[in-house]
């Protein structure tokens, strides 16, 4: 998934990206609300996780901005701000979940992915695709009870299609989700990791509809 982290603490900042890059999201950083506002407008986020506190302004008016004009990304909020009042502020301008710093870098990768599959209408993490057993929530897939090791990009790119089995993904769909501005992208990479999967988890997991894109597949 791809996700704008809006957050002006450089060391707060720097250590939330890599914990959610190593989990298999790429996240575009920024830390100013002008910028976040430059990236809306050229990408398409899966997740928003926003500071309210930035040196331009404050996060709870950008997020009512935001709803105004019709935007209904996912809104996690990452803020020192512990009173009820701010929490009851964040939650009604139209965040999905609060999170008080400082905070667990483990619980905000459960946050986010429990906040991802409530957009994609999935609440239930557990999945089966033919043999294949896939727990979002553990970002797991195993056959028969044997793990299958996924690469962070590998997996993001089949729960982007577990999340949504009827979608068919382009490839300009699948680079938005998987690669973040700052990335070097590969003009076969889609091709690549798609290969490297059906290795791993059998061929009809991942169906080809020529000229259009990729769609979860049956399974074996």
């Known amino acids: 998934m791809r996700i704008l982290l809006i957050e002006d603490d450089t060391v707060l900042g720097a250590a939330t990206r890599d914990q959610l890059v190593a989990d298999g999201h790429s996240v575009d950083w920024v830390q100013r609300l002008d910028a976040a506002a430059d990236h809306l407008a050229v990408a398409e986020y899966g997740l928003i996780l926003l500071d309210l506190m930035l040196p331009d ?27 009820i009042s701010d929490r009851i502020e964040g939650l009604n301008a139209g965040a999905d979940d609060y999170l008080v710093k400082p905070f ?6 459960a946050r986010v992915a ?6 994609a209408g999935n609440p239930n993490p557990l999945v089966r695709l033919g043999a294949l057993e896939i727990d979002l929530a553990a970002r797991a897939v195993s056959r028969a009870g044997r793990p299958i090791a996924l690469t962070g990009r590998e997996w993001a790119l089949f729960e982007a299609l577990v999340q949504q089995p009827r979608r068919v993904f382009s490839k300009g769909d699948l680079e938005e989700r998987l690669y973040s501005f700052d990335d070097e992208v590969d003009s076969n990479a889609i091709e690549a990791h798609v290969s490297r999967l059906r290795k791993k988890l059998g061929r009809s997991a991942i169906e080809t509809l020529r000229g259009m894109g990729y769609r979860l597949g049956a399974g074996e």
Do not use: H
């Open 57 to 83: 302004g404050l996060g709870v008016r950008f997020l009512r901005d935001i709803r105004a004009g019709g935007n209904g990304v996912p809104v996690i909020i990452l803020t020192a701000l512990d009173q």
């Open 104 to 109: 667990d870098l483990a619980e905000l990768g």
């Open 114 to 119: 429990a906040v991802a599959r409530r957009y």
